[in-house]
């Protein structure tokens, strides 16, 4: 496992664009790039494998530490109150928003510890030169749930809301807090050393007598099930327009102060910062919650266009394009942690209490349909038309 960095000279199938590229043993902190699109086919980072197996021990450890401590402690009027990671979960179950409750165990704890704890397994055994059971498996699973580990988004909504309400109580961070940063930092470490053709080329190593590799390059969709990608990708984009309609609408988070509800949107939440002066956080909320999910839709909606009507043009721009909308979309749950981290934070009877409006489930489904919408896209028919560009394999 120590040579996992001189992986041997493999064909490779571009995940964006299908092209296949021979790609040859890489040195240390070299990449190999798809000559057609730019996408990354593979990295080599120095001594990979032991710095993903620390980091990732690390992660766990810091996690199982954020656990068992207070989060945050916010006094007003006299009243302390301080929460922990279970509290906040069993809040939003009292106050009737289970969903909201899932969606934050899942995203900030249940995911990252299922990736954590599958790294650790398979690096484990790769180590010792077996091959673990289920290997291809857990590690193809693993790459799938990625992208819906949600930790660093997660802490910036703690930010967010720590700004927002830091003029109306005292907070004090507690040692869970710092744990948790620890966590996400070593989290974030772990995922940017992972190299999905090394792994797998180190697992298929371990096999004696391997027909056929797990990363083999799979053959271009058909024309009908392009078709079911284009039409499926439509409906996941004309349901988060849908969805988005009553997000913007219905208030996303209730404040009661003093006995008396003031209902918030999101443009309204936006517009209370800018005018209390909280402008960078005025402009992250706005960003992630209007422009990104917005933008995304459109982009989305035009890129399924295009290779719905084989459009042959701009093929760069339009697959920067996807990389963008794929990258940011999870981003827009920035507003939906604060929401949560509010509701738990405060909860001081009549005098004030913040509740999750109806708009946090319309909005978490908007970011998780759009994020499927970008996932079912078949980015490879873009590049459909070949009469202007098909390279051969190249070494």
């Not at 040692?175 to 974030?188: E, K, R």
């Not at 981003?331 to 949560?340: A, E, G, P, T």
Request: net charge neutral.
């Amino acid at each position: 496992m120590s040579e996992y960095h001189s992986s041997k000279h493999s064909v490779e199938t571009c995940h964006e664009c299908a092209l296949r590229v021979a790609v040859p043993s890489l040195a240390e902190s070299q990449k190999a790039l798809c000559p057609r699109c730019g996408f990354v086919l593979s990295a080599c980072h120095v001594n990979a494998p032991e710095r993903i197996l620390a980091f990732a021990i690390t992660a766990l450890t810091f996690l199982a530490g954020s656990l068992f401590f207070d989060f945050l402690t916010f006094k007003a009027n006299g009243i302390e109150r301080k929460i922990d990671m279970a509290a906040s979960v069993s809040i939003l179950i009292e106050n009737g928003y289970p969903l909201l409750a899932v969606i934050e165990v899942i995203t900030i704890f249940a995911i990252p510890a299922v990736l954590l704890l599958g790294i650790v397994y398979v690096l484990f055994f790769l180590r010792k030169g077996v091959y673990p059971k289920y290997g291809h498996t857990i590690l193809h699973l693993l790459f799938v749930l990625m992208p819906w580990s949600m930790v660093e988004i997660f802490l910036i909504g703690v930010l967010v809301s720590l700004i927002k309400v830091v003029s109306l109580a005292d907070i004090n961070l507690g040692l869970s807090f710092y744990a948790y940063i620890l966590f996400s930092t070593a989290m974030i470490a772990t995922l940017l050393h992972m190299d999905r053709r090394h792994l797998f080329q180190a697992l298929d190593s371990q096999i004696v007598g391997l027909v056929q590799p797990a990363d083999t390059p799979v053959v271009k969709s058909e024309k009908l099930q392009s078709n079911r990608s284009v039409q499926h990708t439509w409906a996941l984009i004309i349901t988060s327009v849908i969805l988005y309609i009553p997000a913007n609408i219905l208030p996303i988070m209730n404040t009661r102060f003093l006995g008396q509800d003031e209902p918030s949107t999101i443009i309204g939440g936006v517009l209370l910062l800018w005018s209390h002066g909280s402008y960078p956080i005025a402009a992250v909320i706005f960003v992630a919650s209007i422009l990104v999910p917005v933008g995304k839709i459109v982009v989305l909606a035009w890129l399924n266009f295009s290779v719905q009507n084989d459009l042959p043009h701009l093929q760069s721009e339009r697959i920067g394009l996807y990389r963008l909308a794929e990258f940011v979309g999870r981003w827009s749950m920035v507003d939906v942690f604060v929401v949560i981290i509010l509701v738990s934070l405060v909860q001081l009877g009549n005098a004030m209490s913040i509740f999750p409006g109806a708009a946090t489930l319309a909005f978490s489904g908007v970011v998780v349909l759009t994020m499927l919408a970008a996932m079912s896209f078949d980015s490879t028919l873009i590049y459909d038309n070949k009469s202007d560009y098909e390279p051969p394999i190249t070494s």
